[in-house]
């Protein structure tokens, strides 16, 4: 689909316009509901039990490159890496996308500043590793086993390496947080590891963990166009169930 | 009692260690453990048998050396039915490696069975364009391609190649494929009615289900276990080589599950023990 | 417009690329001097924003046979985009760098781990240009011993264990603790009897055709994988979709707090 | 000559990654630093291969495209990050970066999305097969539940929303479970193959 037929810019737009209203109605002070997720409340105690042990926690955003899913990471992220800084606990970042470095590195000292631990922050603990998936994957199990680290995140996109990842990481006897919109890999975050964010909860995750209230409105405004395309997909159902121009009106809805 | 609770937590160095034996033991003895044919597999083979006299086969290689360890089995097995039933046939394909490596297999097969290039078989070769280039092909073939991708000459030269006008002289595609390319041979399927066969890789059996249950297909073989069955279908050289890897993947999945049972039947026991207890 | 147009004449090629050299170090040496941190912060915000433009438009924009005004503008970005991101693998090269000299210069233990890995670097690196450009026998010898000897073997090697951590993930996952882990299980176990031979020989006495034959072992798997599984499939999709739309505004709208280039 | 170098490399490398499976160990960890180091050789050649040279040098010297050296200048923007007075040019180029890349989501969501969306319009008709009738019912109920449970701005322990979203994880538990079950068949494959390299190609010690 080179550019976008009407049918697709409605649906889109349509999804955007909600997305943009919740969020001006959160900046206008409006309070929205989140129901609890299991994995969202880990994530502190995740940070908190590396804290314990002493050991480093490490952070994997998988075979992300420049895109919405590394930002999403990146989210995350930020906010592993202020609390850790916290409490002095070292975050390693090894990075599979060499054009990623620069922001990572940017996001990381950010959040050290933001703790008020500038002059604590270790440039080496984030680096680019390799750009081959399973060179990454054998390098990140190496640093597993060598640094001993005590928590793991996985969240990104990932492909086979995977299970490779989360499987070498319970075998060093780490809490592994798992999350990642490749839903091939899914199964093997939910077989692997402690926590896993399924699907949507990954972009809802900077929402849960900052409780700023514009992200929590944008979390809004993802319910009402996840509603947009329900409704849309039970009218094609009906459509198609009547058949005849109803039915080819929605089979043509975005031709 | 104490070793079945155990059996919750056993050392994950040996549950490797028993994969690794498992696997193995099957290509050094022989194991028959049941083997059974699928339907799709009988399909292809019914389709290759009840090919009529003037009809030509088409096999699409869309695979190259990433998918060899499923997609080569299946090539070798299908040219050596062909080459058996005396069936003619032409490879070209979308992937640079396919017509190359299948070109390898047919003339290794050909000595067994005393075929021929260019009376047997030919081969067009990696093919660009996509659907448009199929469909001029359908329309006409011999204007389609100027020359074989072996001996580099024009099509006239060979017997089996002028006997192909267009798709009408077809009898029979065979898309052997380790990606979606098959969505193009549907479309030339529906617009000809030529019938259409589907070898793929297993990890995309479960896209081909609807084409099965729509009929557009009339035969499939999925990954390693297609070419084991369609190997024992036609008595293949490499029947036995095909069902030993079979046997090592049954062995393997017989072991996950058996496994599981173990650890459910420790958990079982131990959860009853610290009720009672 | 003219400006842009090639220069064949190598003395004028480097006046112009000397020129726009000159040019940008004193843009940014102007910008670094008069404007404020906040100047420079709003400066950047608005430039995200910009930014966000350039693709949303291109698509949404209605195109004549395929083209708007901005679509010849997406290869030579696309270009750009792959250039700029290419200069960046130094950095990174560097940041790695920077980690495993540390360990040689300090003798941390394993040092010469890191040491191997320059030394690999470097063989490879220089075997393939060689081999490349160079054409030198010796160079191809090598490089065809580094590349299909570990590299590609190494990897493939890698990928292959799979096999051991699935077995191993399978035995630890599918516990009958919770209804999550039944209903897994028992879709998991259904569906791996379902491709092997021994499974469907344990349903295949139930007839091929009509309603019972529904329930032979291969049926019942594909039913799961193309009902249950690319039903939910879709629908997590759905999910993503949405997330990911709203993931890219809060982006483009500068709205993330940890990743606000130009501040807050 | 070389092929049997070749091989007999690359049956360690295998048994050198193999390793890990027991336990980590300096064996493992040579392979582990080699096949970096390879990894990193071989991408400086291929970044100049197939992206510097052909994209970037070549049109800028040889066919005169003076105005590329801009990718140049802006690329070495990124090196300033690490000093603190000049590090906002390097945050111009990655937010510049960022926002390009956050405007190409509607491409991509179109292009993966827009069919799916398509292909979730099943007419639930029994006529042709029942069955294909009941299948299309059911995978819109699944479509609905699962919808649901990804409802995250809504309280979940009201019916009949409670009901639907259980109902939903429960297809997702059943979803994932089935494509477990459907790549163990590949990922054991592989092993097969490593399995037939090392006992045919490199041992010798089994024949087809």
Same mark, same amino acid.
């Given at each position: 689909m080179e550019h976008a037929t009407t049918g697709v810019a409605i649906l889109e737009l349509s999804i955007t316009g909600a997305i943009l209203f919740s969020i001006f109605l959160a900046r206008g002070g409006r309070e929205f509901f989140l129901r609890k997720i299991a994995a969202f409340s880990v994530i502190d105690d995740a940070i908190g039990r590396a804290v314990e042990m002493g050991r480093p926690i490490l952070f994997s955003a998988g075979l992300s490159g420049l895109g919405v899913t590394f930002f999403q990471a990146l989210a995350i992220l930020s906010y592993v890496v202020r609390r850790a800084a916290e409490y002095g606990v070292r975050v390693i970042v090894p990075l599979f996308a060499s054009e990623v470095y620069p922001l990572t590195e940017e996001v990381c000292k950010e959040a050290y500043r933001a703790a008020g631990r500038l002059e604590e922050y270790n440039p080496s603990d984030v680096f680019f590793l390799s750009n081959d998936q399973f060179a990454y994957a054998s390098g990140?199990?190496?640093?597993?086993?060598? /640094?001993?680290?005590?928590?793991?995140?996985?969240?990104?996109?990932?492909?086979?390496?995977?299970?490779?990842?989360?499987?070498?990481?319970?075998?060093?006897?780490?809490?592994?947080?798992?999350g990642t919109p490749s839903t091939l890999q899914l199964p093997f975050f939910v077989a692997a590891c402690d926590y896993t964010l399924i699907g949507e909860e990954y972009y809802a995750a900077s929402a849960y963990v900052s409780r700023e209230p514009i992200i929590v409105g944008s979390i809004k405004g993802?319910?009402?166009?996840?509603?947009?395309?329900?409704?849309?997909?039970?009218?094609?159902?009906?459509?198609?169930?009547?058949?005849?121009? %109803?039915?080819?009106i929605f089979q043509n809805l975005f031709r | 009692m104490e070793w079945l609770i155990q059996l919750r937590q056993i050392k994950r160095q040996w549950i490797y260690l028993s994969l690794a034996v498992l696997v193995s033991i099957p290509l050094f003895f022989k194991i028959r453990l049941p083997f059974f044919v699928g339907p799709q597999a009988k399909g292809l083979y019914e389709a290759v048998k009840d090919l009529p006299e003037d009809k030509v086969v088409l096999l699409a290689m869309d695979w190259g050396a990433a998918t060899k360890g499923e997609s080569m089995w299946q090539a070798q097995a299908i040219i050596e039915h062909l080459f058996k039933e005396k069936k003619p046939f032409v490879i070209l394909g979308y992937d640079i490696q396919?017509?190359?490596?299948?070109?390898?297999?047919?003339?290794?097969?050909?000595?067994?069975?005393?075929?021929?290039?260019?009376?047997?078989?030919?081969?067009?070769?990696?093919?660009?364009?996509?659907?448009?280039?199929? $469909?001029?092909?359908?329309?006409?073939?011999?204007?389609?391609?100027?020359?074989?991708?072996?001996?580099?000459?024009?099509l006239s030269t060979f017997p089996v190649a002028r006997r192909i006008k267009d798709i009408n002289d077809i009898g029979l595609i %065979?898309?052997?494929?380790?990606?979606?390319?098959?969505?193009?041979?549907?479309?030339?399927?529906?617009?000809?009615?030529?019938?259409?066969?589907?070898?793929?890789?297993?990890? %995309?059996?479960?896209?081909?289900?609807?084409? $099965?249950?729509?009929?557009?297909?009339?035969?499939?073989?999925?990954?390693?276990?297609?070419?084991?069955?369609?190997?024992?279908?036609?008595?293949?050289?490499?029947?036995?080589?095909?069902?030993?890897?079979?046997?090592?993947?049954?062995?393997?999945?017989?072991?996950?599950?058996?496994?599981i049972v173990l650890a459910n039947i420790g958990l079982y026991i131990e959860r009853r023990r610290r009720r009672s207890g | 417009m003219r400006i842009f147009h090639p220069v064949k004449d190598p003395t004028l090629l480097t006046v112009y690329i000397v020129a726009?050299?000159?040019?940008?170090?004193?843009?940014?040496?102007?910008?670094?001097?008069?404007?404020?941190?906040?100047?420079?912060?709003?400066?950047?915000?608005?430039?995200?924003?910009?930014?966000?433009?350039?693709?949303?438009?291109?698509?949404?924009?209605?195109?004549?046979?395929?083209?708007?005004? $901005?679509?010849?503008?997406? /290869?030579?970005?696309?270009?750009?985009?792959?250039?700029?991101?290419?200069?960046?693998?130094?950095?990174?090269?560097?940041?790695?760098?920077?980690?495993?000299?540390?360990?040689?210069?300090?003798?941390r233990e394993g040092w010469y781990f890191s040491l191997f890995l320059f030394i690999a670097m470097l063989a490879m690196a220089l075997s393939a240009f060689l081999n490349h450009y160079a054409h030198l026998s010796l160079a191809k010898k090598i490089y065809s011993c580094l590349f299909d000897g570990l590299y590609i073997p190494l990897g493939v090697a890698m990928m292959s264990t799979l096999a051991f951590y699935i077995v191993s993930a399978a035995y630890r996952a599918f516990r009958v603790t919770n209804v999550d882990a039944i209903l897994m299980m028992g879709a998991a176990i259904i569906v791996m009897l379902g491709q092997i031979p021994f499974g469907m020989w344990l349903t295949s006495w139930l007839?091929?055709?009509?309603?019972?034959?529904?329930?032979?072992?291969?049926?019942?798997?594909?039913?799961?994988?193309?009902?249950?599984?690319?039903?939910?499939?879709?629908?997590?999709?759905?999910?993503?979709?949405?997330?990911?739309?709203?993931?890219?505004?809060?982006?483009?709208f500068s709205l993330e707090r940890g990743m606000q280039m130009g501040g807050k | 000559m070389v092929e049997v170098i070749v091989t007999w490399l690359a049956a360690l490398a295998t048994l050198g990654i193999y390793s890990i499976l027991y336990k980590e160990n300096p064996i493992y960890r040579f392979f582990e630093h080699l096949f970096i180091g390879l990894g990193l050789g071989w991408t400086i050649f291929e970044v100049w291969k197939d992206v510097l040279q052909p994209k970037w040098w070549t049109p800028m010297v040889v066919e005169g495209k003076w105005y590329w050296i801009f990718a140049f200048i802006i690329g070495s923007l990124y090196y300033f990050i690490f000093s603190p007075r000049f590090a906002w040019m390097a945050r111009l180029v990655i937010s510049t970066l960022m926002g390009l890349s956050a405007g190409l989501v509607f491409k991509v969501t179109a292009a993966i999305y827009i069919p799916q969306i398509e292909a979730s319009f099943r007419p639930i008709t029994f006529h042709p097969s029942i069955a294909r009738g009941i299948n299309n019912l059911l995978s819109t109920i699944i479509l609905l539940c699962v919808i649901l449970y990804f409802l995250f701005t809504?309280?979940?322990?009201?019916?009949?929303?409670?009901?639907?979203?259980?109902?939903?994880?429960?297809?997702?538990?059943?979803?994932?479970?089935?494509?477990?079950?459907?790549?163990?068949?590949?990922?054991?494959?592989?092993?097969?193959?490593?399995?037939?390299?090392?006992?045919?190609?490199?041992?010798?010690?089994?024949?087809?």
């Open positions: 990140v199990v190496g640093i597993m086993h060598r /640094e001993r680290t005590a928590t793991h995140f996985f969240l990104g996109d990932f492909a086979a390496e995977s299970l490779i990842l989360a499987e070498e990481g319970h075998s060093v006897g780490a809490v592994q947080i798992a993802q319910d009402l166009g996840k509603i947009i395309l329900l409704l849309l997909s039970l009218s094609g159902v009906i459509g198609m169930t009547l058949g005849g121009k %109803i039915a080819i | 396919g017509p190359q490596l299948s070109e390898e297999l047919a003339e290794k097969l050909a000595k067994k069975y005393g075929r021929n290039y260019g009376e047997d078989w030919f081969n067009v070769g990696f093919i660009t364009g996509g659907l448009p280039l199929l $469909l001029r092909m359908a329309k006409n073939f011999q204007a389609t391609f100027k020359q074989d991708s072996v001996k580099r000459k024009p %065979i898309d052997i494929t380790g990606s979606g390319t098959y969505g193009d041979w549907i479309t030339i399927q529906t617009t000809y009615k030529v019938p259409l066969a589907v070898a793929c890789t297993a990890v %995309i059996t479960p896209d081909l289900y609807p084409f $099965l249950d729509s009929k557009q297909l009339i035969g499939m073989l999925s990954g390693l276990k297609g070419a084991a069955e369609y190997e024992a279908l036609i008595k293949g050289s490499h029947r036995k080589t095909t069902l030993k890897m079979m046997m090592s993947q049954s062995m393997a999945h017989l072991l996950i599950i058996i496994l | 726009s050299l000159v040019g940008s170090f004193l843009v940014l040496a102007l910008m670094h001097k008069f404007l404020s941190m906040r100047a420079k912060g709003r400066f950047i915000t608005a430039l995200t924003f910009l930014a966000g433009f350039f693709y949303s438009l291109e698509f949404f924009l209605p195109a004549k046979n395929g083209k708007n005004f $901005l679509t010849p503008w997406v /290869e030579p970005v696309g270009d750009a985009l792959a250039v700029i991101g290419a200069f960046a693998f130094p950095l990174g090269l560097i940041s790695l760098a920077v980690v495993h000299w540390g360990n040689i210069r300090r003798r007839p091929m055709q009509g309603i019972v034959s529904s329930l032979r072992i291969e049926n019942v798997s594909n039913w799961f994988m193309t009902i249950v599984n690319m039903s939910v499939q879709r629908a997590i999709g759905f999910g993503l979709a949405v997330g990911g739309i709203a993931m890219a505004l809060r982006v483009w | 809504v309280s979940h322990e009201k019916q009949p929303l409670a009901g639907a979203s259980k109902l939903g994880r429960w297809f997702i538990m059943l979803g994932l479970g089935a494509m477990f079950g459907s790549t163990v068949m590949a990922r054991l494959s592989l092993f097969i193959d490593r399995l037939t390299f090392l006992l045919h190609d490199w041992l010798k010690v089994i024949k087809f």
